[in-house]
């Protein structure tokens, strides 16, 4: 992609309410724009990192036999009266659709989910199985302070599984636990984001979360050094101050950001609706039902908050924008045009994603600096004075080392950094 053709621009001026850091680097950087409270617009190169969480994310889904569906935002009032959430789910946009009827624009699933698996299940051959989709949600969020952290609308992958007894429910339940994990730290978050025992609600002792430690966040938790696993402070008194695996009193409380949970519905939902199936023996009995979610935008906001500084953002490279950033300087030189064009050609014959600053009449330093700021993980620089003497400047983003390279070994250097 050409810089020259974006049609964004870095901007200085952000607005005074946006006081949550990966939001303001996003707005800086162009990637994002505000449209109000809780409301984005992701822009060329933010929606490249969102498209690239996106596909990690439903490989993961697939991988653990997850089919993909996509289900409607507007729903019918019906639905969510038969769970009671019409009139207590505090966060639920209720839209009147004329002539006394009334919609709900969807926070989440389950009361869609539930009744459209209820179409296909008849007996206990028909199970288990698991949908996602990944699709826009809304919610009235009170405090949409925190930027693409808590939007008011924002994408969430959400699986549900559908199962004949709790054995199986739970098998797929760990079976998602460590999907999650290969998201996370294919997103570059393994390291600091945390298994974390939740409030189950009725049908589970404990619900998990996906707890990333950072300022940035809205929740408290208790980590277990030992264990690698956290509790959240909503808990209840009693195992607050212990870890459920090992016991252990000393742990230690951080700040974390919520990037996904997962949950046994239990009968919950298949209640509500008479979700049930017929077993070997003929009888009927409840769909057991658990739920899986992940947000997009917290999630690629979360590796902002956890990946930057300074200058900017410093993306993993699993999800960049780019894999490369190539700063043409000089370019009123022909020659210097002319070696900069090449690379950019032979970079994309090779098949390697390269953002190229081919625009004219800006400095060197206003290109440096906008190259720190948007954080692909390796700048290389293409100046008149490195090429005369036959070399290019290669830097990763994240350290501080720059190397002169041929550029007839870039494109055998630049693969070997994966
Ligand atoms: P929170 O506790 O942060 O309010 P939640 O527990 O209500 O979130 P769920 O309804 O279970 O979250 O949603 C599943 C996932 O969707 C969350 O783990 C989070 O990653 C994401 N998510 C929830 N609310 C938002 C939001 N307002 N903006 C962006 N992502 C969200
Ligand atoms: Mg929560």
């Not at 009361?111 to 007996?123: N, W, Y």
Request: proline letters at 4%.
């Amino acid at each position: 992609m050409r810089q020259s053709t974006l049609f964004v621009k870095t901007s200085k001026n952000l607005p005074k309410d946006e006081i949550s850091e990966s939001a303001r680097l996003l707005l800086r950087a162009g990637f994002a724009d505000k449209l109000m409270a809780g409301v984005y617009t992701l822009l060329p190169l933010g929606f490249k990192v969102f498209k690239k969480i996106e596909q990690i994310i439903r490989e993961e889904m697939e991988s653990i036999g997850g089919q993909e569906i996509f289900m409607p935002a507007l729903q019918p009032k019906e639905n969510w009266e038969k769970t009671g959430r019409w009139q207590s789910l505090d966060i639920l946009f209720r839209l009147s659709a004329g002539e006394s009827r009334e919609i709900a624009l969807g926070p989440t699933h389950e009361e869609i989910v539930t009744p459209l698996a209820g179409r296909f299940i008849k007996s206990y051959r028909d199970l288990p199985f698991a949908v996602f989709h990944i699709q826009n949600k809304f919610r009235n969020e009170k405090r949409a302070k925190s930027g693409l952290l808590r939007g008011r609308e924002f994408v969430m992958k959400d699986l549900y599984s559908f199962h004949a007894d709790q054995a199986d429910l739970d098998g797929y339940y760990e079976k998602a636990k460590l999907s999650y994990r290969r998201i996370f730290s294919r997103c570059g978050l393994g390291d600091c984001t945390y298994l974390t025992y939740a409030s189950g609600g009725s049908f589970s002792k404990y619900s998990h979360e996906f707890q990333t430690v950072s300022p940035a966040g809205e929740d408290l938790i208790y980590l277990c050094p030992k264990c690698s696993v956290a509790v959240n402070k909503e808990i209840i008194a009693d195992v607050k101050h212990s870890c459920p695996q090992c016991g252990q009193k000393d742990l230690i409380e951080e700040k974390a950001i919520e990037v996904g949970n997962i949950f046994q519905l239990g009968s919950k939902f298949s209640t509500a609706f008479g979700l049930k199936f017929s077993n070997e023996q003929g009888e009927n009995r409840p769909v057991l039902m658990g739920c899986y979610g992940i947000g997009l935008q917290r999630l690629l906001a979360t590796v902002i908050e956890t990946h930057h500084d300074q200058k900017g953002m410093i993306w993993p490279a699993a999800i960049a924008p780019a894999a490369v950033h190539l700063l043409a300087l000089n370019l009123e030189n022909e020659d210097a045009k002319k070696s900069a064009e090449k690379l950019y050609r032979d970079l994309r014959t090779a098949r390697i994603e390269v953002l190229f600053d081919d625009r004219i009449g800006l400095s060197a330093g206003e290109k440096f600096a906008e190259a720190d700021l948007f954080g692909l993980p390796c700048r290389v620089v293409a100046s008149a004075r490195t090429l005369a003497a036959g070399k290019l400047e290669v830097k990763k983003r994240s350290d501080n080392k720059t190397d002169f390279l041929a550029p007839a070994d870039l494109i055998a250097f630049l693969r070997g950094q994966n």
